[in-house]
């Protein structure tokens, strides 16, 4: 009997914000398994990532959203109650997204910011593979609805359903118990509003996101672990990988071993935008 295929999308988040880590994404898809990353358009070192993505097109691109612990594109006097006067916005998770979530005034400025982040990542020329978001806010309640309000006007095809198996996670490491099972409590909600609005505009997803629950430690020994858990279908793998503070996470993308596993599994690599 023919086993279900397995597909997998690889993704490194953070594309553009410093050269350490436009040098990892790019090093981890010529030689290992990354098949795509989010570009974040308002960092220091996007337009070498634009550069570099554009050598290398068989690397799906796609826009990741930075509403908190970034830089804005607009101007600090048009979006005052989100930035400071150095287009900062607060470094804060929990803080931003309560004020976002309370306060209707700052909606039509999240509404700016977010069109001008799109209307950035066209510029570059790039084909837009998918939307994500930075830590996640694209799945904020305000921020879901303005991107799904706009969405046809904002080209989405393919956003990160970000929703992880605890249970999964729970096999293939341990520790940081209230971090990994907070984080899987919340996405499993917001994920669960999310799906069918998706799902109304034919937004397309991979349907269990890796990633979430690792926060940056994600090793070449948790990916050998999660190979053979894969579910039948699209899963989509997520990591930072950079050449200096998350090196750990570029060396698990270039593992002979990872690659071999991916290989005798059958287990197809693919972008956002061939789901």
Same mark, same amino acid.
């Given at each position: 009997m023919e086993r279900p295929e397995r597909r997998l999308i690889?993704?490194? %988040? %953070?594309?553009?914000?410093?050269?350490?880590?436009?040098?990892?994404?790019?090093?981890?898809?010529?030689?290992?398994?990354?098949?795509?990353?989010?570009?974040?358009v308002n960092e220091p070192s996007c337009a070498e990532a634009v550069?570099?993505?554009?050598?290398?097109?068989?690397?799906?691109?796609?826009?990741?959203? $930075?509403?908190?612990? !970034?830089?804005s594109v607009l101007a600090p006097e048009k979006i005052p109650g989100l930035v400071n006067a150095q287009r900062e916005f607060s470094n804060n998770p929990v803080g931003v997204g309560f004020r976002y979530f309370i306060k209707g005034s700052l909606r039509e400025q999240l509404r700016a910011e977010i069109h001008a982040q799109f209307k950035? +990542? &066209?510029?570059?020329g790039l084909t837009l593979d998918h939307v994500n978001g930075h830590l996640h806010m694209h799945l904020h309640p305000v921020v879901f609805r303005i991107l799904m309000e706009d969405a046809e006007a904002l !080209?989405?095809?393919?956003?990160?359903?970000?929703?992880?198996? +605890?249970? &999964?996670?729970?096999?293939?490491?341990?520790?940081?118990?209230? #971090?990994?099972?907070?984080?899987? /409590?919340? #996405? %499993?909600?917001?994920?669960?509003?999310?799906s069918?609005?998706? &799902?109304?505009?034919?937004?397309?997803?991979?349907? =269990? $996101? +890796?990633?979430?629950l690792q926060d940056s430690q994600m090793d070449e020994e948790y990916i050998l672990k999660l190979l053979p858990e894969l579910p039948p279908g699209d899963s989509e793998l997520y990591a930072h990988p950079s050449m200096d503070r998350f090196k750990h996470e570029f060396d698990a993308l270039i593992s002979p071993r990872v690659k071999?596993?991916?290989?005798?599994?059958? =287990?197809?690599? =693919?972008? #956002?935008? %061939? /789901?």
């Open positions: 690889v993704n490194a %988040d %953070d594309f553009g914000r410093s050269r350490s880590i436009n040098e990892a994404v790019i090093r981890a898809h010529r030689e290992g398994i990354l098949t795509t990353a989010s570009l974040m550069v570099l993505a554009k050598e290398n097109p068989k690397l799906g691109v796609g826009l990741h959203l $930075t509403l908190l612990m !970034g830089h950035a +990542f &066209r510029a570059t !080209g989405i095809r393919h956003l990160r359903l970000t929703r992880d198996c +605890f249970d &999964r996670s729970r096999r293939m490491a341990s520790g940081r118990w209230f #971090y990994r099972v907070s984080h899987a /409590l919340i #996405y %499993d909600c917001l994920s669960a509003r999310a069918e609005p998706l &799902r109304q505009r034919g937004i397309k997803h991979a349907q =269990i $996101t +890796f990633g979430l071999g596993e991916i290989t005798r599994r059958g =287990i197809k690599p =693919i972008r #956002y935008q %061939d /789901l």
